[in-house]
C-alpha cells in the first residue's frame, strides 16, 4: 500500500521567515496531494493542493511542488506569522487504489 | 451554511459497550468517510462511501461497522469499544472522490471508560 514520509516532524521559525516541509509517497498511482493545517482541538483544514498534472501551484503565501519522478512534494510558507503555528499534514491519494493516506505531520511554530 | 456536522462532540462509553457516532452534511456530497486520530497522530482512514458502495481499508478493525442511509447521513458503529479505540473521530465528505478536497467535520472525542 501507499506509505507517506513527512520531515521534518517538527519546525522552528522566526517570524518573516521561510519554512519548508517535505513529503515522499511510494504509490506512483497516487495522483491527488492536499496539504491540511491543523490547529490544536479543531478539524484539519485545506490549505492548498496540487494534482498530478500540475509541478507547482501557489496561493499567496503558500506554495505547493510535486515531483512526480522523484515522488516528493513539499510546502512552502513564505513570509510566516505566528498564526501560521499549527500541524500539518500532507496526504497522498489515489482514485486507482481507492486510498487516501496521511503523512505523520509537522508541528511548525512561528516565533515572533 | 454549507457544513460537515458531527454528534455528539464527546462521547464516553464503558469497555465493550456498543457505541454509534454520527454524521450529516449539507454539502450534498457524493463522498463521506470516516476518520480515526490519535493524539499527534495523522488521521487515518477507516472507510469511505461513494454513493453507497462502502469501500473498507484492509487494516480497519472488523469492529468498525458503517452506515450510510441517505446521502446526508453516515455512521459509525463500534460494537464492543476497547481502550485502544479511544480517539478522536473525523468525518469528512468530498464530492467526486479521492481527488477531490475533503471538507471535515469537527470530530466526535471519545472516551472509554
Known amino acids: 500500500g501507499e506509505n507517506v514520509e513527512q520531515h521534518p516532524s517538527t519546525l522552528s521559525v522566526q517570524e518573516g521567515d521561510s519554512a519548508v516541509i517535505k513529503c515522499t509517497y511510494s504509490?506512483?498511482?497516487?495522483?491527488?496531494f492536499p496539504w491540511y493545517k491543523q490547529e490544536l482541538g479543531k478539524r484539519p483544514q485545506l490549505i492548498i493542493d496540487?494534482?498530478?498534472?500540475?509541478g507547482e501551484k501557489k496561493d499567496q503565501r503558500i506554495a505547493v511542488t510535486l515531483n512526480k519522478t522523484a515522488k516528493h512534494f513539499s510546502l512552502h510558507i513564505t513570509e510566516t506569522q505566528p498564526e501560521d503555528s499549527a500541524v500539518y499534514f500532507c496526504?497522498?491519494?489515489?482514485?486507482?487504489?481507492?486510498?487516501?493516506?496521511f503523512g505523520d505531520g509537522t508541528t511548525l511554530t512561528v516565533k515572533p | 451554511d454549507a457544513m460537515v456536522i458531527q454528534n455528539p462532540r464527546y462521547q464516553v462509553t464503558q469497555f465493550g459497550k456498543p457505541v454509534t457516532l454520527s454524521c450529516s452534511q449539507t454539502?450534498?456530497?457524493?463522498?463521506m468517510y470516516w476518520y480515526q486520530q490519535k493524539s499527534s497522530q495523522a488521521p487515518k482512514l477507516l472507510f469511505h462511501y461513494y454513493d453507497k458502495d462502502f469501500n473498507n481499508e484492509a487494516d480497519t478493525p472488523d469492529n468498525f461497522q458503517s452506515r450510510r442511509p441517505n446521502t446526508s447521513f453516515c455512521f459509525l458503529d463500534i460494537r464492543s469499544p476497547g481502550l485502544g479505540d479511544a480517539a478522536m473521530y473525523l468525518c469528512?465528505?468530498?464530492?467526486?472522490?479521492?481527488?477531490?478536497?475533503?471538507?471535515f467535520g469537527p470530530g466526535t472525542r471519545l472516551t472509554v471508560l
Open positions: 469528512a465528505t468530498s464530492r467526486l472522490g479521492l481527488r477531490d478536497t475533503q471538507y
Open positions: 496540487i494534482r498530478s498534472n500540475v
Open positions: 504509490d506512483s498511482a497516487s495522483n491527488y
Open positions: 454539502l450534498n456530497h457524493n463522498v
Open positions: 496526504a497522498a491519494s489515489s482514485t486507482n487504489a481507492g486510498k487516501s493516506t
